[in-house]
């Protein structure tokens, strides 16, 4: 999911500027929600957003996320799948497939 080296990057960006002292899990996940709110923006008034903004806010999206997985010792990775598996659990192919329904409606 992510590389090791993206994660190397990340902690010395921010030890570089001595940022860590503000990574407190709080901080970080109320910059989460900050920056998909950026992310949506994008999408305000018109379905067809430009591409490089897009990125960029999602960018920032998935490295507070990353920040704030390492800063609670989670693995990515690990969490994305043991909450994948949960969520195949809900939504089995042949209740759900091509159905926006929720979980508990199907």
């Known amino acids: ?9 990340l902690r010395t960006f921010a030890a570089e500027r001595d ?5 407190s ?3 970080l996940a109320k910059s989460i929600a900050i920056e998909a709110a950026e ?3 994008c999408y305000q008034w018109n379905a067809d957003a430009d591409c490089d903004e897009v990125a ?9 996320a990353l ?15 043991a909450k994948l598996e949960r969520t195949r659990a809900k939504y089995p192919v042949e ?7 929720k979980y508990d409606r199907l």
């Open 95 to 101: 209740k759900a497939k091509g159905r926006s329904t």
């Open 56 to 64: 960029g806010e999602l960018a920032d999206v998935l490295t507070y």
């Open 39 to 41: 992310l949506l923006e």
């Open 1 to 9: 999911m992510t590389s090791d080296s993206v994660m190397a990057d």
């Open 25 to 27: 899990p709080e901080n």
């Open 67 to 81: 920040h704030l997985a390492d800063r609670l010792d989670l693995d990515p990775e690990e969490i994305i799948r």
């Open 19 to 23: 940022w860590h002292q503000f990574h």
